[in-house]
């Protein structure tokens, strides 16, 4: 049997496991990442979790990080969650100490390929995974491997417009007005729910909650950001032609208040070779750490 480690570091929490083939955890640990604490210390803390793991059989190591990664060079491009760590040769470093290849990618890519192989892809041979959270990233897998890019950029669709009139909320500075993600993350839809309605719509939890008790205006912030998301997809169906498209990410739990309204407008919006194309919700619970897991099995096959 041969087994991958999976590494899926954010800004607060580290999570490491080892899998196997058929995705099964072996074995894992969660502990406090030192995100903020610099590159070095990152490495130490990650290191010192892996010495608690039985690498027998362990073919390859999976880094999951939470920004864009330069696949050809192994690097992290940009790491807002864990400063400094741009350009720190973490997989160099860890290839020397564990003896076994070690292998970058974004973590919104890390749980679109899991979902691709594992989870409600499987069985599809391209499929668009979008996370749909705080943010929204996304991943193209085709045939088991994640389309990188140019600078590990591809599949990020935060910076598509899909509505150059609305009002701009703070997000993030370097994303376009009408990106994707300034009017249909979390983020931005709690801002929404703030600006109209007050604090007690000021965020997507909030605001799904008042449009199960029948509130019109949390309706309609959910009914914009359904038709803004189905914008975006109309648009990736478009130029990748996906079997289906995956959603996960925290908002997606609530995938009963809006999936429909999401696949209707996405009917009415993308070509109509294209309209038939399923809109799943994500399968698995573990997404993050599986796929960082199959990052590295995705690379040797």
């Given amino acids: 049997m041969n087994y991958y480690i999976g590494i899926d570091l954010g ?8 899998v196997d083939d058929d995705g099964r955890i072996i074995q894992d640990v969660i502990a406090p990442s030192h995100g903020k604490e610099g590159p070095e210390t ?8 892996l010495s608690q793991f039985d690498l027998t059989g362990v073919r390859s190591i999976g880094l999951a990080i939470p920004g864009p990664v330069d696949g050809e060079k192994n690097i992290i491009t940009m790491a807002t969650n864990i400063p400094g760590c741009e350009g720190y ?10 003896g076994i290849p070690v292998f970058l990618d974004n973590d919104a890519n890390a749980a679109g390929l899991a979902e691709a192989v594992l989870g409600a892809g499987k069985g599809y041979n391209e499929i668009y995974f979008l996370t749909h959270s705080t943010g929204i990233g996304g991943a193209l897998v085709i045939n088991g491997k994640v389309i990188s ?6 599949g990020e669709v935060a910076n598509v417009i899909v509505d150059p009139n609305a009002k701009q909320y703070p997000i993030y500075a370097h994303l376009n ?9 979390g983020t931005a839809i709690g801002l929404i729910g703030k600006d109209l309605i007050g604090p007690e719509g000021d965020s997507s939890r909030k605001l ?10 949390a309706e309609a912030i959910i009914d914009k950001m359904s038709k803004d998301l189905a914008t975006c997809l109309a648009a990736i169906s478009a130029i990748c032609a996906p079997d289906c498209f995956v959603i996960g990410g925290g908002c997606s739990h ?3 208040m809006y999936f429909d309204r999401v696949r209707e407008y996405f009917k009415s919006m993308a ?9 799943l919700k994500a399968a698995l619970e573990e997404p993050g750490v599986l796929g960082a897991a199959m990052i590295g099995r995705s690379h040797l096959e």
């Fill in 177 to 185: 007005r009408g990106g994707v993600e300034t009017v249909a993350s």
């Fill in 89 to 98: 040769p973490f997989a160099d470093n860890m290839e020397k100490v564990t």
């Fill in 254 to 256: 609530s995938s009963e």
């Fill in 11 to 18: 800004g607060t929490n580290v999570r490491i496991a080892k």
């Fill in 149 to 154: 890019g140019h600078k590990g950029y591809a």
């Fill in 271 to 279: 070509h109509e070779n294209m309209r038939d194309v399923p809109i």
């Fill in 42 to 49: 990152i490495e130490a803390n990650i290191l010192e979790l």
């Fill in 208 to 217: 799904f909650t008042l449009m199960k008790e029948g509130n019109k205006q």
